[in-house]
């Protein structure tokens, strides 16, 4: 522990040195490596380590192919599967994830199934090499191939140079790696033993440029839960004008689909509320009610603030009688508006009591003949005694 390690490479002659990451006490260890089907994964902790659960997730062209939770229990290693044989070829890209979402270890591995060759047969009908000619080309596919093509045009004398790059290196692996490849159309000549060795050291020594999931992670530590609304903000005595102390306020939220919510939160001494965790879709009412320690109810007004560090939105505040507060579309589910009014423009409609008269005749059958299996929302009842067809006879 504590010591440096140097890793030495001789190239043309000359012996390079490359400083080697800092060994750690504790951690996760990932390994991949290839087999018929797809793609063999190891994971592996020492003992100091103290992580009973990791989250394994897997991404190839930016969509996300596995996802699951991995208990260790009391094993220090464990061995998964991975089947990539059906899936399009392109850079596999294995995230480790503690159970806050910090990233602890990531493998790169190249998917390379060759089904983005075919035979295909390319034909000159017209060729014009003067300067704005019209050329004519036919690509013709075997009849029963659906697929879609990728074309690509170069310098016919950049092939005199043995540094080559074709359109399968050029769109599955330099555009997703960092750093520069030397001769990258040469692992896609040969799928031997050798050229699947020499593409697996390059995902091992090359970046992923695609997605970062470490800053992903800080940013979303900073951020926190994108879709929650927590609401801050000071009450304050609509006659005077001063901040309450302590008491607690009484919330009842409408949301657009008619559904409700009650809550109960308390004031500090200093008049400050929060209201955390909300989660609201589309328009909402927010009804309140302030009562003080001594259980007393006081006329009060709500200065949420503009901007909460914890919240992902923000309020601007008209201070009314009947006060509308407007929640900027600031996330994924677009929250709308609130609008905040006093418990005591509430009206409550008398009570309204349905008295039923008497069971209909199709009930009285139904009720009689009908077991239970046959009351569901695709039953048909047959009305013997008022149906036409009885009359009739």
């Not at 003992?47 to 997730?57: D, F, P």
Request: one cysteine or more.
């Amino acid at each position: 522990m504590g010591q440096k390690y140097l890793a030495e490479a001789e190239i043309n002659g000359k012996t390079l040195t490359y400083p080697l990451p800092d060994v750690v006490s504790t951690g996760i260890n990932l390994m991949v490596a290839d087999e018929p089907e797809g793609k063999v994964y190891e994971l592996a902790r020492n003992r100091k380590t103290n992580m009973e659960s990791i989250h394994l997730v897997v991404r190839l062209n930016h969509e996300i192919v596995y996802e699951n939770k991995i208990f260790f229990g009391k094993e220090l290693a464990l061995r998964g599967h991975l089947k990539t044989n059906d899936l399009p070829s392109g850079i596999l890209q294995l995230t480790v994830l503690s159970n806050e979402g910090v990233p602890l270890a990531e493998r790169l591995s190249f998917v390379n199934n060759v089904e983005y060759k075919r035979d295909a047969g390319f034909e000159v009908i017209r060729m014009d090499t003067l300067k704005r000619g019209a050329n004519k080309y036919s690509i013709k596919l075997p009849a029963e191939i659906q697929t879609s093509c990728s074309i690509s045009i170069t310098d016919a004398e950049a092939n005199i140079y043995p540094d080559k790059e074709n359109i399968h290196s050029g769109l599955l692996l330099t555009s997703d790696l960092k750093g520069y490849i030397y001769n990258a159309a040469w692992y896609f000549r040969n799928t031997d033993n050798k050229t699947k060795e020499a593409l697996d050291n390059v995902m091992m020594i090359h970046g992923w440029s695609r997605y970062n999931v470490t800053k992903t992670s800080r940013a979303a530590q900073k951020t926190g839960d994108d879709y929650l609304i927590t609401v801050t903000g000071v009450v304050s005595d609509i006659k005077t004008g001063r901040a309450v102390s302590k008491g607690s306020l009484d919330l009842g939220i409408v949301s657009e689909d008619s559904t409700t919510q009650k809550l109960k939160i308390s004031v500090d001494a200093r008049g400050r509320f929060v209201l955390d965790s909300l989660l609201i879709f589309g328009e909402a009412k927010l009804y309140y009610k302030y009562t003080s320690d001594g259980g007393h109810t006081k006329d009060i007004i709500i200065y949420p603030d503009k901007r909460s560090s914890d919240s992902v939105s923000y309020f601007q505040m008209v201070p009314e009688r009947s006060m509308r507060s407007n929640l900027l579309p600031n996330n994924i589910y677009q929250q709308k508006a609130f609008t905040i009014l006093p418990v005591e423009k509430i009206k409550q409609l008398q009570e309204v009591v349905v008295v039923k008269k008497g069971d209909r005749a199709v009930d009285k059958v139904n009720e009689t003949y009908s077991s239970g299996m046959f009351r569901s929302s695709g039953k048909i009842v047959l009305d013997n005694i008022n149906h036409p067809l009885m009359k009739l006879r």
